[in-house]
């Protein structure tokens, strides 16, 4: 187990700089090294040490229950808002530990979009997505015009709601409450989104429409999606994580892990031998 | 006979549960009609028994500032009760609702956990102390504190403030609007933050998630995430304690004074249509004023569904742009 990717030392994490492209990449944007969650003294992430490197979509797949949404909620200290919920190791953003900084500082840098829509339900579209940048303190009115525009425009959503932006954001279908979510997680300009399931309570074609956003939102954000949904890592991922009772097991290119996985778990998951 | 000797058993059942759905349906409905019906005849009867004093002074009784029984000319106006009514109500709200939202955000999202259940079903238990109780707290604990400490103090800073000083002036009668408004407020602080804790507690924690991602601090994840989705259930909360505080009798009687003039300022006695009524009828030998006081009665009513109606409306107005919070999806 040493040494393969299952289990890295914190000291040298698994780290995919040759995996993207290494003129881009030396290290990761965001890091983690050994890092355990808990909840009480029950553990649900056994020491994971991951790179995610810039301008990347990374997924992250498992069965459920397999610690995938607790993993991805460390990454922007919404993990410890649980009640008796703990963190050990490290996780870095640009050599920074995340745990030594504001825990709201840290949720302005790394946006999160989560598994049900959740608009503000008493909020226009523009509001929702106006919020993060006013709890900033940004009160300049051209100045949120343009986030908000630039953000709906982000998330594709402008030409189905510019008519109406003044409208209730509850209104909108579901796929569009999950991209006006998506809206409002940019508009603070995050480096990091952090996407946990977030086609889960839609239908197709608003997923097809999802998966292409999450696509072009690389171009400028680094992109680290929880699905269990494995064709969607296949279609969104250039690298895939595989986790299975809150251990890695696996990490690596997303073809490479469907075509030719290293460990047993993984090909067996993938085949559909169990979860 | 066409049917066969004994019905299968699943058709037995299928009738009854059909039997059952019709009894359910009609027995809530003629449940919900028996409350309409009730609320029609009490204004029936309160109009019915009013009338004689209803047709013999007309507006007169709302406009009048007089209340005299006695003959030869009994005359009655119930214009100082409604103005003690409205003004002990509002008082009370401007001093309990803050307080209630307060305790309310702290129980639902800011105390430990070890401490949430047990100071709530405090609050739940006052919300069960007889307005008795709280009447002799008020007279012997809250009134001497009032006239002693706090309406002088009062007097000495509000009361120089220019426009609003005449309502903080005068001597301190102890017993008096003030006293009462704030017996009225700490009687309903525990309906308003019980059921506003409660509004709270039933805000998805999503949207709590949805502020935190954004970055907000724990008091901008309350304003943000939990009191916008809360807030019909908070209006309600508010709306209940109002009805209580506009119709709170005992409390009120034992701590206003009993004035039957218009207080010219808080640090006097007044009356309220409840203690009015409370404090007459024991004595009202005539009929004619016993048709009064229960054209009070009627007044009364028609105030509270007046209001109730109004905070409705200007709750709709405040928000019109939504799709309502606890509705959503």
Same mark, same amino acid.
């Given at each position: 187990m040493?040494g393969?990717?299952?289990?890295p030392t914190?000291?040298?994490p698994?780290?995919?700089?040759?995996?993207?492209s290494?003129?881009?990449?030396a290290r990761?944007?965001?890091?983690l090294?050994?890092?355990?969650?808990?909840? /009480?003294?029950k553990k649900?992430?056994?020491?994971?040490?991951l @790179?995610?490197p810039a301008?990347t979509?990374?997924?992250i797949?498992g069965?459920?229950? $397999?610690?995938k949404s607790t993993?991805i909620?460390?990454?922007?200290?919404?993990h410890e808002?649980t009640?008796?919920?703990?963190v050990t190791?490290?996780?870095?953003l640009?050599?920074?530990d995340l745990?030594?900084m504001d825990?709201t500082?840290?949720r302005?840098?790394?946006?999160?979009?989560?598994?049900?829509?959740?608009?503000?339900?008493t909020?226009s579209v523009y509001d929702?997505?106006?919020?993060g940048?006013?709890l900033?303190?940004v009160?300049?009115?051209?100045?949120l015009?343009?986030?908000?525009?630039?953000?709906l425009?982000?998330?594709?959503? &402008?030409?189905?709601?510019?008519?109406?932006i003044?409208?209730p954001?509850?209104r909108l279908?579901g796929?569009q409450?999950?991209?006006?979510?998506?809206?409002?997680?940019?508009?603070?300009?995050?480096e990091?989104?952090?996407? @946990?399931?977030p $086609?889960?309570?839609?239908?197709?074609?608003?997923?097809?429409k #999802?998966e292409?956003?999450i696509?072009?939102l690389?171009?400028?954000y680094t992109?680290?999606?929880v699905t269990h949904n494995?064709?969607?890592?296949?279609?969104?991922a250039?690298?895939t994580?595989f986790l299975?009772l809150?251990k890695l097991?696996?990490?690596?290119?997303?073809? @490479?892990?469907?075509?030719?996985?290293?460990?047993?778990?993984?090909?067996?998951?993938?085949?559909g031998?169990?979860? | 006979m066409?049917?066969p000797?004994?019905?299968?058993?699943? @058709?037995?059942?299928?009738? &009854?549960?059909r039997?059952?759905?019709?009894?359910?349906? &009609?027995?809530?409905?003629?449940?919900a009609?028996?409350?309409?019906?009730?609320?029609l005849?009490?204004?029936l009867?309160l109009?019915?028994?009013s009338?004689?004093t209803i047709?013999?002074?007309?507006?007169?009784?709302?406009?009048?500032?007089?209340w005299?029984?006695?003959?030869?000319?009994p005359?009655?106006?119930?214009?100082?009760? #409604?103005?003690g009514?409205?003004l002990t109500?509002?008082?009370a709200m401007?001093?309990a609702?803050?307080?209630?939202?307060g305790?309310?955000?702290f129980?639902?999202?800011e105390?430990?956990?070890?401490?949430r259940a047990p100071? /709530?079903?405090?609050?739940e238990?006052?919300?069960?102390?007889?307005?008795?109780?709280y009447?002799? &707290?008020?007279i012997?604990?809250l009134?001497p504190?009032m006239?002693?400490t706090?309406?002088?103090d009062?007097?000495?800073t509000l009361g120089?403030?220019?426009?609003l000083?005449?309502a903080?002036?005068?001597?301190s009668?102890?017993g008096?609007?003030?006293t009462?408004?704030?017996?009225l407020?700490?009687?309903?602080v525990?309906t308003?933050?019980?059921?506003?804790?409660?509004?709270?507690?039933?805000?998805p924690?999503?949207?709590r998630e949805?502020?935190?991602?954004?970055?907000?601090?724990?008091w901008?994840?309350t304003r943000?995430?939990?009191?916008?989705?809360?807030?019909?259930?908070?209006?309600g909360?508010?709306?209940l304690?109002?009805?209580?505080?506009l119709?709170?009798t005992m409390?009120v009687?034992?701590?206003?004074?009993n004035?039957?003039?218009v207080p010219?300022?808080?640090?006097?006695?007044?009356?309220?249509?409840?203690s009015? #009524?409370a404090n007459?009828?024991?004595?009202?030998?005539?009929?004619?004023e016993?048709? /009064?006081?229960i054209e009070?009665?009627?007044?009364?009513l028609?105030i509270?569904?007046l209001?109730n109606?109004?905070a409705?409306?200007l709750v709709r107005g405040?928000?019109?742009?939504d799709a309502?919070?606890a509705?959503?999806e």
């Amino acid at each position: 187990m040493e040494g393969s990717q299952a289990a890295p030392t914190p000291a040298e994490p698994a780290s995919l700089a040759s995996a993207s492209s290494p003129a881009q990449v030396a290290r990761g944007k965001l890091r983690l090294e050994a890092l355990s969650a808990f909840y /009480g003294p029950k553990k649900a992430i056994d020491s994971v040490s991951l @790179d995610f490197p810039a301008n990347t979509v990374t997924a992250i797949i498992g069965p459920s229950g $397999c610690g995938k949404s607790t993993l991805i909620r460390c990454l922007n200290r919404m993990h410890e808002v649980t009640p008796r919920a703990t963190v050990t190791g490290r996780a870095t953003l640009d050599g920074e530990d995340l745990y030594e900084m504001d825990a709201t500082a840290v949720r302005r840098r790394i946006g999160m979009v989560f598994q049900k829509p959740n608009p503000f339900p008493t909020m226009s579209v523009y509001d929702n997505v106006a919020a993060g940048l006013k709890l900033n303190g940004v009160r300049n009115r051209a100045r949120l015009d343009e986030a908000v525009i630039r953000s709906l425009k982000g998330a594709a959503l &402008w030409d189905e709601v510019k008519e109406n932006i003044h409208g209730p954001g509850v209104r909108l279908s579901g796929g569009q409450q999950q991209r006006l979510c998506i809206a409002r997680a940019l508009a603070v300009e995050p480096e990091v989104l952090l996407m @946990d399931e977030p $086609c889960s309570a839609l239908d197709p074609i608003a997923t097809a429409k #999802i998966e292409q956003l999450i696509r072009t939102l690389k171009e400028k954000y680094t992109v680290i999606i929880v699905t269990h949904n494995m064709q969607q890592a296949a279609r969104v991922a250039e690298l895939t994580a595989f986790l299975y009772l809150g251990k890695l097991i696996e990490f690596g290119p997303t073809g @490479d892990m469907f075509e030719r996985p290293k460990e047993k778990l993984t090909e067996e998951y993938i085949t559909g031998r169990f979860g | 006979m066409p049917d066969p000797p004994t019905t299968p058993p699943r @058709d037995r059942r299928r009738r &009854w549960n059909r039997a059952l759905d019709f009894f359910f349906h &009609w027995g809530t409905a003629a449940v919900a009609a028996s409350l309409v019906a009730l609320f029609l005849t009490e204004i029936l009867f309160l109009t019915q028994q009013s009338w004689p004093t209803i047709t013999r002074y007309g507006f007169g009784f709302i406009t009048g500032s007089v209340w005299n029984p006695n003959p030869p000319t009994p005359v009655f106006g119930a214009w100082p009760y #409604i103005v003690g009514t409205l003004l002990t109500s509002s008082l009370a709200m401007l001093l309990a609702v803050p307080l209630s939202l307060g305790v309310a955000v702290f129980l639902s999202e800011e105390a430990p956990g070890w401490l949430r259940a047990p100071l /709530g079903s405090l609050v739940e238990l006052l919300v069960a102390v007889p307005s008795v109780v709280y009447g002799l &707290w008020g007279i012997f604990v809250l009134e001497p504190i009032m006239r002693f400490t706090i309406e002088p103090d009062l007097h000495a800073t509000l009361g120089q403030v220019p426009g609003l000083g005449g309502a903080f002036s005068g001597p301190s009668a102890g017993g008096d609007v003030l006293t009462a408004s704030v017996v009225l407020a700490i009687m309903i602080v525990p309906t308003v933050t019980a059921i506003s804790r409660e509004s709270m507690r039933a805000v998805p924690e999503a949207q709590r998630e949805a502020a935190l991602s954004l970055g907000a601090t724990r008091w901008e994840t309350t304003r943000l995430g939990v009191i916008p989705y809360a807030r019909s259930g908070i209006i309600g909360a508010c709306i209940l304690g109002l009805g209580r505080a506009l119709g709170e009798t005992m409390a009120v009687t034992m701590t206003i004074g009993n004035s039957n003039h218009v207080p010219g300022s808080l640090f006097l006695p007044g009356q309220t249509i409840a203690s009015a #009524i409370a404090n007459e009828f024991n004595n009202s030998f005539s009929p004619l004023e016993r048709a /009064g006081l229960i054209e009070a009665g009627l007044v009364l009513l028609i105030i509270t569904v007046l209001v109730n109606v109004a905070a409705r409306l200007l709750v709709r107005g405040l928000f019109r742009t939504d799709a309502g919070g606890a509705t959503v999806e």
